[in-house]
């Protein structure tokens, strides 16, 4: 049945940005669905090294609106491989046109255990030591949450400047309200495109840095006890559907990991929709 | 285990669906209201020149880029298909690049054409570049009926 889905859709070029954490203001082309693998390794002060993982599948259910299904889990080195959950992600478009600066209304929901250390984001006082529990002990806690952002996003001169303010509620305990954020900035590393159909062209890169870090939560707000970290990010597209993203990323202080390396690799599928359209007895 | 599962692939499939029942059934003026957008360009963004109209490539550069990112909505030869107006007609031949420009860049997010601004500028002028160049086609196709299937 996948193979049959995949084989009527059609390849085009994918255009990602190169954020691993932060998102901007681009939804998925609408009718397109995009496959993605990411890793992110981590070393650990305290305690064994792990390699998270999550698959990605992001549709573009409109133009204005981009459902995502994230898979996690992960591997710590000396410990075990474990699933971690699953997450459901629905970013919105608000306005019709551009502006100066484009909002977009993003909500989550996670079913996934304290093993999970993908990181997709940093959230109230999420500290290093969490990921120094032993698998057997952490995948025993289960976290239902509801997960929303504001996503603020710019694109002027070749430059997208994006930041999201984040707020997590737990929807199990009574923790309260926790809060993170993320920036970014990014540019490609040519901005006209060259005749030719080529690979390694200046323009198939886009090169930037995020930065991300928890905001505490409702009780203790601000900067201090949470994690907090800084990232280079580029990215490839080729000149097919495929493409690769990189990100070394570093810890500020004594609350995070000292390194990370993330890498993601994905595959655009145009006209998704429409094949399941025809396969569901959709009008021609 | 196996309820997560169904749990996150039963919203997939529904956000699937009902996107697979909409789209092939739009209204048939669709193409025109797109076409009518080109006429909302702001006067100050339909005067723009297009900075690249006397760049020897930028024809060619713009083809490749309509080949990567427009042709599986507009056609490869650009007379538009199910999913995207054809290119080919009076409105877009008439339109100023300035209002090909904008609307590349604004897209029509309510008719399916998402915003393009995700592209460099120059980007954007290339593919103006390309599209001025294709000409009109014949009168039929002025409503955007596909061609290319």
New interface residues.
């Given amino acids: 049945m996948c193979l049959l889905f995949f084989w009527g859709s ?1 390849a ?2 994918a ?1 990602e ?1 190169p954020y691993f954490v932060t998102y ?1 203001h ?2 998925e ?3 397109s669905l995009e496959v993605e693998y990411f890793s992110n390794f981590g070393m650990q002060h305290a305690g064994n090294d792990f390699h998270a993982f999550w698959t990605e ?1 992001e ?6 609106w981009t ?1 995502e ?1 994230y ?1 996690d889990g992960q591997t710590t080195f000396h410990d075990s491989t474990v ?1 971690t ?2 997450r ?1 992600e629905n970013r919105f ?1 608000v306005l ?3 502006h100066f600066i484009n909002p977009v209304l993003y909500v989550e929901y996670e ?1 996934i255990n304290e093993a999970d250390k993908i990181m997709k984001e940093v959230e109230g006082h999420d500290v290093e030591a969490d990921h120094a529990v032993p698998n057997a002990i952490a995948s025993q806690g289960h976290n239902h949450e509801l997960e929303t952002k504001l996503i603020l996003s710019t ?1 002027f ?2 430059w ?1 400047v994006s930041e999201n303010t984040l707020a997590v509620k737990n929807l199990t305990g009574g923790d309260p309200w926790e809060f993170g954020y993320a920036i970014g900035a990014s540019r ?1 590393l040519a ?7 080529c690979s390694f062209c200046r ?1 198939n890169f886009i090169a930037g840095v995020e930065m991300y870090g928890g905001l505490g939560d409702r009780y203790s707000f601000g900067l201090h006890e949470t994690s907090h970290y800084l990232a280079p990010v580029i990215a490839w597209n080729l ?1 097919s559907p495929w493409s690769f993203r990189l990100s070394p990323g570093f810890g500020l202080n004594d609350n995070s990991h000292r390194f990370l390396l993330r890498w993601g690799v994905s595959r655009e599928f ?2 998704f ?2 094949v ?2 025809r396969m ?1 007895g ?3 | 285990m196996i309820r997560i599962f169904f749990t996150a692939g039963g919203f997939l499939l529904i956000a699937l669906f009902a996107a697979a029942q909409a789209e092939p059934s739009r209204p048939p003026s669709r193409n025109a209201l797109i076409y009518a957008e080109l006429a909302k360009a702001p006067s100050k963004a339909a005067a723009r020149r297009n900075p690249l109209e006397n760049d020897p490539e930028a024809v060619a550069a713009g083809e490749k880029l309509f080949g990567e990112h427009c042709a599986n909505c507009h056609g490869e030869a650009a007379n538009g298909s199910k999913r995207g107006p054809s290119l080919r007609v009076d409105p877009v031949e008439s339109a100023t690049p300035g209002a090909l420009f904008w609307l590349l860049t604004n897209g029509v997010v309510r008719k399916g054409m998402p915003v393009w601004s995700k592209l460099p500028e120059p980007q954007r002028w290339q593919l103006v570049s390309y599209i001025k160049s294709l000409g009109a086609a014949s009168g039929p196709r002025a409503e955007g009926q596909p061609e290319v299937h």
């Fill in positions: 059609v085009v070029r255009q940005s901007d681009y939804l082309e609408p009718g599948f549709y573009g259910a409109t133009a204005w459902t299904l898979l699933f959950g699953f459901l478009r019709q046109r551009e079913q694109t001169a070749g997208n490609p901005l006209k495109a060259s005749a030719n159909r323009e000149p145009s006209g929709g429409a399941i359209g569901l959709g009008h021609r």
